[in-house]
């Protein structure tokens, strides 16, 4: 058969294609139709393998990635003593991120062009909402998802006019850091924006995107627009996300050149499968206009606070859960527990750079490593460093193993912060033997030389590890699309940093596990 494809540049994965075609006995005809719309198996449309995925795990309720664009397979220009790669080219086929990014970059520095008063959030709106989705999975059949593309793959001319945008200024931006850290502002100036009603929750960032991570029964958000373009009415269609209800408030906007409407999105589960993330979207169209968003949420039965924090040798404190279930509910005390501190000093690493070594006399002057056992039917494992406790300024960072076997280690986690304020977190820790590695990746000048001497804390919580000293008052039973409001004190027999926990549990086993920290 005869496959007409449009002069673009063609990925590894669509050649393949191409030449399966041809040796098929097909026929390629080459056309400058740009407006030609094709299937994505041989339109340059197949993800790369290599692309990166959402979730978004700092931050799961701001959806990414963002978009897609071209990065597999393009030609570039190179330097000729490469590091890797063919040496002595000034042109090579590249691919990747580094790829991707110059073609997004380019068409935002012409988007900026053509509108100089536009914000870069209203470029990336532009980007994002005008986006298309004709994109396939690595195997070049399944279609993509907003995890794959996010708002689909950038179409440079549509962006140039996409009737309404989302925008973001710096305020928006320091309201979500407020809520979500680090604030670059002080407590106050959060404060100040909060009264003003901008919104700290991930999710109420006027983004061209809405994901909630843990939507338990109904949750709404809000989003503005700004009409970029001429005087015009828009009406909004939701395709919602399988199993869950999505309302649109107002349904339609009615918006002159230049002005911003507001509306709320209200989602509601109605069947969804629990802790599987579902895609919709949400199109606001007017005549052949369409400006598009993507929508991901994931059902989830309970929501609690992943971590409480608190001060002194005695306070008390109060949170809200949420159900998203009728029936039983219980809860279980750890702790609260001292931790094990060992003291100890690295070199710093010239080369900054940290391999794993299992041979424990084998190690690098840069690397200090700890070894403990983890006993049986532990609930938590928390290991970690502190600026305060170092003795300049030094940048530590820490890495945890599980070793039940010499030869059978394996990477728990990594705490590679830009300080020396390190922690990693375990919940439910197999039994057995873990490393600690304590890598010098920057010291300051010490009286003993470069290096920096440190404390390790370490923390262990068993499941029945209830030690008397902190109590929560919690309700006995569960009603779905409800909040039940838990006050926890506690009374501890010196200062110091302790740890506890909380298991919530429903009928059938633990829903959800809730840290809590006193700090002296």
Not at 22 to 37: F, K, M, N, S
Not at 113 to 127: F, N
Not at 345 to 366: C, G, I, K, M, W
Not at 478 to 496: C, F, I, Q, T, Y
């Amino acid at each position: 058969g005869s496959v007409r494809i449009p002069a673009v540049m063609i990925s590894e994965a669509n050649g393949q294609l191409l030449a399966d075609r041809l040796l098929a006995g097909g026929r390629i005809e080459v056309t400058l139709d740009d407006a030609l719309i094709l299937s994505s198996a041989v339109a340059g449309n197949v993800l790369g393998g290599f692309s990166s995925r959402g979730p978004n795990l700092t931050a799961p309720d701001i959806l990414k990635p963002d978009v897609t664009a071209p990065g597999v397979d393009i030609l570039s220009a190179q330097t000729p003593d490469v590091a890797n790669g063919v040496r002595g080219e000034l042109y090579q086929y590249l691919s990747g991120t580094s790829m991707a990014v110059p073609h997004v970059a380019g068409v935002a520095a012409l988007l900026r062009q053509a509108h100089p008063d536009w914000s870069p959030a209203a470029i990336k709106s532009a980007l994002m909402t005008t986006a298309r989705r004709n994109v396939v999975k690595e195997d070049g059949e399944t279609p993509a998802d907003p995890f794959d593309i996010g708002a689909g793959h950038i179409v440079p001319n549509r962006a140039l006019n996409p009737g309404l945008v989302y925008d973001a200024g710096t305020a928006d931006y320091d309201a979500f850091l407020c809520g979500n850290g680090p604030a670059r502002l002080s407590s106050d100036e959060c404060a100040a924006l909060e009264a003003a009603g901008l919104p700290t929750a991930a999710a109420d960032l006027n983004q061209p995107s809405v994901a909630l991570a843990n939507l338990v029964s109904r949750r709404s958000v809000r989003r503005r627009v700004t009409n970029v373009g001429e005087a015009r009415q828009y009406h909004a269609t939701v395709q919602a996300p399988p199993g869950v209800d999505v309302t649109v408030t107002p349904e339609i906007l009615s918006l002159g050149q230049g002005e911003t409407g507001e509306f709320q999105l209200s989602f509601v589960t109605r069947s969804a499968e629990l802790f599987d993330w579902r895609f919709g979207r949400l199109d606001w169209e007017s005549g052949q206009r369409r400006v598009s968003i993507p929508l991901a949420v994931r059902p989830v039965p309970f929501l609690a606070p992943l971590e409480l924090h608190g001060r002194g040798r005695s306070g008390s404190l109060a949170f809200d859960i949420e159900f998203g279930y009728s029936g039983e509910y219980s809860l279980a005390v750890h702790g609260l527990a001292p931790p094990d501190i060992a003291a100890g000093f690295v070199a710093n690493d010239p080369l900054r750079n940290y391999v794993f070594e299992p041979d424990t006399t084998a190690l690098p002057p840069s690397v200090r490593r700890f070894r403990f056992d983890a006993a049986e039917n532990l609930a938590y494992l928390r290991v970690a460093l502190f600026d305060a406790e170092t003795d300049g300024d030094d940048d530590l960072d820490l890495y945890v193993y599980y070793c039940p076997g010499l030869l059978l280690c394996s990477l728990v986690g990594v705490s590679g912060e830009d300080s020396s304020d390190e922690q990693l977190d375990v919940l439910y820790p197999d039994a057995g033997e873990y490393f600690v590695d304590v890598h010098g990746f920057r010291t300051d000048e010490t009286a003993g030389g470069p290096g920096a001497n440190f404390s390790l804390f370490v923390w262990t919580l068993g499941e029945d590890d209830d030690r008397g000293n902190l109590s929560v008052v919690a309700p006995n039973a569960a009603v779905a699309g409800s909040r039940a409001e838990l006050r926890l004190s506690w009374n501890l027999a010196e200062p110091g940093r302790w740890l506890g926990g909380l298991t919530h549990a429903d009928g059938d086993g633990p829903l959800e596990f809730t840290a809590v920290t006193i700090d002296p």
